[in-house]
């Protein structure tokens, strides 16, 4: 049977680093076994926020990549203001952290690059792929967002090809995303966001959401949305398994964070209940351990540094993605924040699916009725909290510790298959018809 073509545009592929890059580089790495031959697009000379090259290893042997050159105004950005650099990962100072010159350049970018500063790739991309589909049989052509500009390129695409099948594949909202808020816009900036966004929603042939919340509002703003959840690879989740299940063979008992961490996200709460313990329970202060493996905000590291945690941190900066599923499994509980916002419940952050993997158990915080909880019940693979609760909090990690110096601590894997990478796109492929 000869297989189909899909066209998958994503800014993001490696050496791009994050959890962003992943969801293409694993359906492109399982769709032949689908009856699908993907050809990737993506730019030459992009601007990364982080680089990993384990991800490479993950690339199909005979995978047709094409590349054209992007113009962005991010290095530009970065010289008139470092952190700016945050804006490429969709990071902001917040609050008391906000200088004049980060307040311009927010109003700046979310006023002047609409949808974002990727626009530029649009028009160039528009025109080579429209002489690229006349030269090939394309069956279904993907865009993958953010940045969402590039769904304009889906859009010129659409208009004129209006048979080819497109999909619009959102692995985060585009106006209701927590950060939107903090762009500072205007009326008609922010009408345009949204003008945009619909056209999209109304005309992609099919909206794919990362969660069930996402796909649902997608729906009510006039999508034909389908929830296809990010998954663990099962090649990436079997080889850290080892024997450090319980804890026994290592002196202390560890709570870690893996990847980026900014201020939007930032349990405050967590940190007072895990300095309360370590003031009120000498033998949690001996035997504790918070690890930090990804890029945290300086701003939250020197507050907890100007706590009694100083003394219990292990931060060991960025780190391959290979080196951070390693570093789940040499854990005892493993932490997952979300914004606290009610518009942010539908957001499933993607490395809960690689701490499912591991089998350990799960601290999450963000709003209340957050698919997040959603899944951890079903798996029962921990506990969701909200930004408010802190004695919850404390005696959930207290029974974690106290099963951890029996060496008894729970390994959870039931009903965890459904978020293989394997059979999320064999779910692809059912769709893509």
Not at 43 to 55: G, Q, T
Not at 307 to 313: E, H, R, T, V
Not at 383 to 402: A, G, M, P
Request: aromatic fraction near 12%.
């Amino acid at each position: 049977m000869e297989q189909k073509k899909i066209l998958i545009i994503t800014y993001y592929w490696p050496p791009a680093g994050g959890p962003g890059v992943q969801r293409w580089l694993k359906f492109a790495k399982y769709l032949p076994e689908f009856g699908w031959n993907p050809v990737i697009y993506t730019p030459e000379n992009p601007s990364y926020p982080l680089l990993d090259e384990s991800l490479m290893k993950d690339i199909p042997q005979h995978l047709e990549i094409v590349k054209t050159k992007i113009w962005e105004p991010y290095q530009l950005a970065e010289k008139l203001n470092k952190s700016n650099k945050k804006f490429k990962a969709g990071q902001f100072d917040v609050g008391k952290n906000q200088s004049w010159k980060s307040k311009l350049s927010i109003w700046v970018r979310g006023n002047f690059f609409i949808p974002d500063a990727r626009v530029f790739w649009v028009k160039p991309s528009i025109k080579f792929l429209e002489q690229y589909l006349i030269e090939n049989k394309i069956d279904v052509v993907v865009t993958s967002g953010p940045p969402h500009s590039l769904h304009m390129i889906g859009l010129g695409l659409k208009k004129k090809f209006p048979e080819m099948k497109w999909i619009a594949d959102f692995r985060d909202p585009w106006t209701e995303i927590s950060y939107y808020k903090h762009l500072k816009l205007t009326k008609s900036s922010d009408r345009k966001h949204r003008q945009l966004e619909s056209s999209v929603f109304k005309t992609a042939d099919i909206t794919l959401a990362t969660s069930y919340t996402d796909a649902e509002n997608f729906r009510k703003a006039g999508a034909n949305a389908i929830c296809i959840t990010n998954g663990f690879d099962e090649s990436d989740a079997s080889a850290p398994r080892i024997e450090t299940a319980n804890g026994q063979d290592r002196k202390s008992f560890t709570l870690s964070y893996i990847g980026v961490l900014e201020q939007l996200r930032n349990p405050e709460n967590l940190w007072n209940v895990l300095d309360e313990l370590i003031t009120e329970n000498k033998d949690f202060a001996e035997q504790f351990t918070l690890k930090f493996a990804g890029r945290i905000d300086d701003k939250i590291l020197q507050s907890i540094e100007n706590s009694n945690l100083k003394n219990c941190i292990l931060n060991l900066g960025y780190i391959s993605h290979d080196k951070a599923v390693e570093e789940m499994a040499h854990s005892d509980l493993l932490l997952i924040t979300n914004f606290p916002n009610e518009s942010s419940k539908g957001i499933i952050p993607g490395k809960i699916f690689e701490y499912l993997a591991t089998g350990k158990q799960i601290i999450s915080f963000g709003p209340d009725e957050a698919d997040v909880s959603r899944i951890l019940a079903e798996t029962a693979s921990g506990k969701h909290f909200s930004y408010k609760d802190s004695k919850v909090i404390k005696d959930f990690i207290l029974e974690q510790f106290e099963q951890w110096k029996k060496g008894d601590l729970l390994e959870n894997t039931q009903n965890i298959e459904q978020f293989s990478r394997r059979n999320l796109t064999r779910k692809l492929a059912e769709i893509l018809g």
